[in-house]
C-alpha cells in the first residue's frame, strides 16, 4: 500500500534547507528548480537573511506567514535570485538541445495524471512551471520525480559519471487565485524574453507558449 504523504507536504509549512515552503492543498504553485552550482553562496544568503527576518516575525506572533509577506518573499527571491539565474551564470546544460528536449518531455510525461501544467519554460540553466498536483500526488513527489529521472538521463546524454545535476532545494510559491495564475503563468512564458533569449514568448523551442502557438 502507498504510504499516504505527510500532512506538511500537502498543507503547511516546512524547510529542507534555505528556502521555505508553504502548501496549500488544492492550489497550482509557481516552481523554480534550477541546475547545481547556479548561485554563489553570497546571492543565497542575502536572500536567507532577508527570509528569516520574515519567518522569525511570523513566529513570534505565533501565526502562518500572511498574504502579503509571502508575496515579499517572491519579490525577494525574484530580485535576488531570478535576475543572476537569467543572466546564465553556472553549468547551462539545459542550453543543448537534447537536453532541454529531455526535460521538457519530462514536464509533460504525467500532464492529466498526476498533475496538471499551465504553464512551463526550460532555461539554460533553470525551469519554471506552473502546476496544480493532482488529488493524491504532493509537489514534493511530482518535483522529485522530474529531478530525478532528468538527472540520471541527462548526466548520460553528457558523459557526467558521480556529479549532481539539479541543485537539491527547489523554490515554490502556492498560488491564491486565477488573476495570480495568470501572471504567473505571463512571468514563466515571457522569461526567455526578459532574458533576452528570444523576442517573442512563442519564439522560445522549449516553452508552453510555443506547443500553444503550434496548436
Known sequence: MEKAPSRRLVSGRHSRGYLPHIKVEGRPYFVTFRLD???PQEILRQYQDEREY????????????????????????????????????GSCWLRQPTVADLAAGALRYFEGKRYTL???????????????????????????????????????????????????ESYDHWIRDD?????????????????????????????????????
Not at 181 to 186: G, I, Q, Y
Request: with cysteine.
Open 118 to 168: 499551465s504553464a512551463w519554460v526550460i532555461m539554460p540553466n533553470h525551469v519554471h512551471v506552473v502546476v496544480r498536483p493532482e488529488a493524491t500526488h504532493t509537489l514534493s513527489s511530482i518535483l522529485q520525480s522530474w529531478k530525478s529521472y532528468t538527472a540520471s538521463e541527462a548526466n548520460k546524454l553528457l558523459n557526467r559519471v558521480g556529479q549532481h545535476f539539479w541543485q537539491k
Open 54 to 89: 520574515l519567518l522569525q516575525q511570523a513566529d513570534r506572533a505565533g501565526r502562518q506567514l500572511t498574504w502579503e509577506e509571502q508575496q515579499r518573499l517572491f519579490q525577494l527571491y525574484s530580485e535576488k535570485i531570478e535576475a543572476y539565474l537569467d543572466a546564465g551564470h
Open 179 to 215: 488573476a495570480e495564475k495568470a501572471r504567473f503563468v505571463a512571468y514563466v512564458e515571457n522569461n526567455p524574453v526578459a532574458a533576452g533569449l528570444c523576442a517573442q514568448p512563442e519564439d522560445w523551442l522549449w516553452s508552453s507558449a510555443r506547443e500553444r502557438a503550434r496548436s
Open 37 to 39: 552550482g547556479t548561485l
